[in-house]
């Protein structure tokens, strides 16, 4: 797969993911896929997504840079949002917070296999 491809497929992964369709899910994520190390297969990956949108109704995922250099994706993305009570241990309780969230993407063929994540969590003490 070329970069623009990789790029317009994990575009599409963020557009699902935004406009919450559960069912297309299995599109771009492995039935086998991991995230920070933890096997969570396609299953356990939506739920940890659905508890996010249940934590944070207005969570959007916005893209603010991305390098593709396949078969991996590296993503700033970038959250303006307001999480219903305590999120990642801090009291946020219903104040908007501002963050970030660099991500890295391993595919395997066209979809989403291993993912490393980390929250910008001191911009969001910053903010409280």
């Not at 623009?4 to 994520?29: H, K, M, T």
């Not at 219903?84 to 241990?89: H, R």
């Not at 309780?93 to 501002?98: A, H, I, L, P, Y």
Request: some cysteine.
């Amino acid at each position: 797969m070329n970069k623009a491809g990789l790029s317009d497929i994990y575009r599409n992964y963020i557009a699902c993911l935004n406009e919450q369709d559960w069912p297309a899910l299995g599109q771009f994520v492995d039935d086998e896929a991991r995230h920070n190390g933890r096997r969570l297969g396609l299953s356990g990956y939506r739920r940890m997504l659905e508890k996010d949108f249940e934590q944070i109704p207005d969570l959007y995922f916005d893209i603010g840079l991305l390098i593709c250099d396949p078969p991996h994706v590296a993503s700033r993305l970038e959250f303006d949002c307001t999480p219903k009570g305590s999120f990642l241990g801090l009291p946020v309780n219903g104040r908007k917070v501002s963050f970030a969230e660099n991500v890295f993407y391993e595919f395997r063929g066209r979809k989403i296999w291993e993912v490393w994540s980390i929250v910008d969590k001191a911009a969001i003490e910053a903010q409280l």
